[in-house]
């Protein structure tokens, strides 16, 4: 059963419509990539399955317990690192994991242990009796997801978990949520970034104007939409011509063979291989000296779903 | 994926089963603890903010008695002694307004949020924030009674009713702590709290009995300044502090505060229950 369930969620503020019909499933252990540009609704799906913001209509739940009818059993459950650090500036890392033990009712002592676990995990130890406020951005982006792990959530939410960071932070992140998610917590992150959900997700949903668009891995979504890009170098240009027509039964419909040089690039199908190129042009007396299948980044997944740029 | 990862198997999240964590009004209490525990433990960290609030009323302390002090005079008062009193009140129930920026502080910055995804008692993060504040406000009320003791004032009506009309009055600022929540999880940032939470008092604490008897004033405005319930508490606690009969302004005053404490917490526990923000 899935562990994280949205059907049909719908919420409008004001003229913006957020949510407009959002389904998501998640199963247990699995890491669901939601992905979209800023404003496409990945935060308030997440604040809705999260008990904190009401639909206007639609179903979620988590772990089978509705998030409307029965917000408190939901929230027993879930571990939630939101878009900015929530954290309190004011109190040490430290302080900050115990409350966070303490509210889940652990007793003193056990949430003492559980902060100090966590802030070995994530590298913390040295800046655990300082305030919070004088911590750089990974850090405080570190302490926030520490917080949200406190209780051993069964599933959880990472809100664009590396949004605002520097590159190195950001490997540093992926590489603590990598670790994370590779012992089986279930967990739903948004992200803007293609790399990020093509790194860190099992699956991936992409989101546009409050609804999902697609969704598959990242191989499924790369296959269904083509865009496989076959680059074929030849030692002799003079064979070109000759190639041209071998290779264009190949060419995916609506577009064509680039030549630059001795070079030839061409969009083909996900099914096309290596092999079965350089068979093709061996046969045909033009043999290749190097053929390569790049598949299509992520971005030019989205273009082709959505029809604009992600612009980060 | 090779770099900073730890080797800390012991402290990874191992997901658990779920579980229901126990819940009622125990937890409730104790919740509400903890949250003020997390606004009270800082506040010996901060004392530039616990001395500059202290500062001014110790300004007015000092303005009134001395600047404004010669030329007023209040029938029947030393006005020290009249004058004092008001003082603490007004302070107090500015103090008041610490708990909306505070709500509006912690909303803006998504802690909020966090805490609201906890399986806590959702009303406890209000409570939490409330009673912290009044121990703020008892801490800046015993620099007060340090000072005004230096400048002469003195527990006319002796210890007892000292203490009740300081009770009074911090039980007073409490509920008035109730209207700031409101405000404060009402409003959309720190700066519109800044002055949402004060612009208010200002009126409220002049027009009234706290600086000068309320008969030299004009009759519309007598009207308003003796109908207002900061006049009737501080009447109150003047006349404990003082030794004389409060009359009637006790129990009013209480009921005052019982009666805004219990709307006000209703109101402002809806309305953050409510409250969606993006």
Do not use: C
Not at chain 1, 200 to 224: M, P, Q
Not at chain 1, 284 to 304: K, M, Q, W
Not at chain 2, 96 to 125: C, H, N, W, Y
Not at chain 2, 207 to 228: H, K, Q
Request: no cysteine.
């Amino acid at each position: 059963m899935a562990l994280i369930e949205a059907i049909g969620l719908t919420k409008r503020f004001g003229d913006t419509q957020a949510l407009n019909g959002l389904n998501l499933s998640v199963d247990a252990g699995e890491v669901l990539a939601v992905l979209g540009p800023n404003g496409a609704g990945k935060t308030t799906a997440v604040r809705v399955l999260t008990t904190l913001v009401r639909p206007d209509a639609g179903t979620a739940t988590i772990d089978g317990i509705d998030v409307l009818a029965d917000p408190g059993r939901v929230r027993s459950r879930i571990g939630l690192t939101g878009q900015y650090a929530a954290v309190d500036e004011r109190l040490t890392a430290r302080e900050n994991l115990e409350l966070v033990g303490r509210f889940f009712r652990m007793p003193a002592a056990q949430a003492r242990i559980r902060a100090g676990e966590l802030l070995a995990t994530f590298d913390l130890d040295e800046a655990a009796d300082r305030a919070v406020k004088g911590f750089s951005g990974g850090m405080r982006r570190r302490i926030d997801i520490a917080m949200s792990l406190v209780a051993r959530p069964q599933v959880l939410f990472l809100d664009e978990p590396t949004t605002g960071l520097d590159p190195t932070s950001r490997l540093v992140m992926w590489d603590l949520i990598h670790d994370l998610v590779t012992q089986g917590t279930t967990t739903l992150l948004t992200t803007q970034y293609l790399d990020e959900a093509d790194v860190l997700a099992n699956r991936i949903s992409v989101v546009d104007h409050g609804r999902v668009i697609a969704e598959g891995t990242s191989a499924e979504l790369k296959a269904k939409l083509g865009g496989y890009v076959a680059t074929i170098v030849f030692a002799d240009a003079t064979v070109i011509d000759g190639a041209r027509a071998t290779l264009a039964p190949l060419v995916s419909a609506g577009s064509s063979i680039e030549v630059h040089a001795s070079t030839v690039t061409l969009s083909v199908t996900a099914t096309t291989t290596t092999p079965q190129i350089t068979r093709l042009l061996d046969g045909a007396g033009s043999a290749p000296l190097d053929v390569r299948i790049e598949p299509p980044t992520l971005d030019d997944v989205f273009f082709a779903l959505t029809g604009h740029r992600d612009e980060s | 994926m090779t770099t900073a990862t730890s080797t800390n198997t012991a402290a990874r999240a191992t997901p658990t089963t779920g579980y229901d964590l126990p819940h009622g009004l125990v937890w409730a209490a104790r919740d509400a603890w903890n949250e003020a525990g997390r606004h009270m433990r800082v506040i010996p960290r901060n004392m530039d903010l616990l001395i500059f609030s202290t500062l001014q009323p110790i300004m007015f302390v000092l303005l009134f008695k001395y600047v404004f002090g010669g030329s007023i005079s209040i029938p029947g008062y030393d006005y020290t002694q009249y004058l004092l009193p008001g003082i603490f009140a007004q302070t107090v129930v500015f103090g008041s307004s610490f708990t909306a920026i505070g709500l509006a502080e912690d909303m803006q910055k998504g802690f909020v949020d966090r805490l609201r995804s906890l399986p806590i008692s959702q009303p406890a993060i209000l409570i939490g924030r409330t009673v912290s504040d009044t121990m703020r406000n008892t801490l800046t009320f015993v620099v007060m009674l340090a000072v005004a003791f230096l400048i002469g004032f003195r527990f006319d009506g002796g210890l007892v009713r000292g203490v009740l009309a300081t009770l009074l009055l911090l039980f007073f600022a409490y509920s008035f702590s109730w209207i700031q929540a409101l405000i404060g999880v009402s409003v959309g940032s720190v700066e519109a709290a800044n002055s949402a939470s004060f612009v208010w008092m200002f009126p409220m604490t002049f027009l009234s009995s706290a600086f000068v008897d309320t008969r030299s004033m004009p009759t519309a405005l007598r009207v308003i300044a003796d109908w207002n319930p900061f006049t009737i508490a501080t009447n109150a606690s003047r006349a404990l502090y003082n030794g004389r009969n409060p009359g009637d302004t006790v129990w009013q005053a209480l009921l005052w505060a019982a009666g805004l404490t219990i709307v006000f917490s209703v109101l402002a526990t809806s309305r953050f229950r409510t409250r969606v923000n993006r």
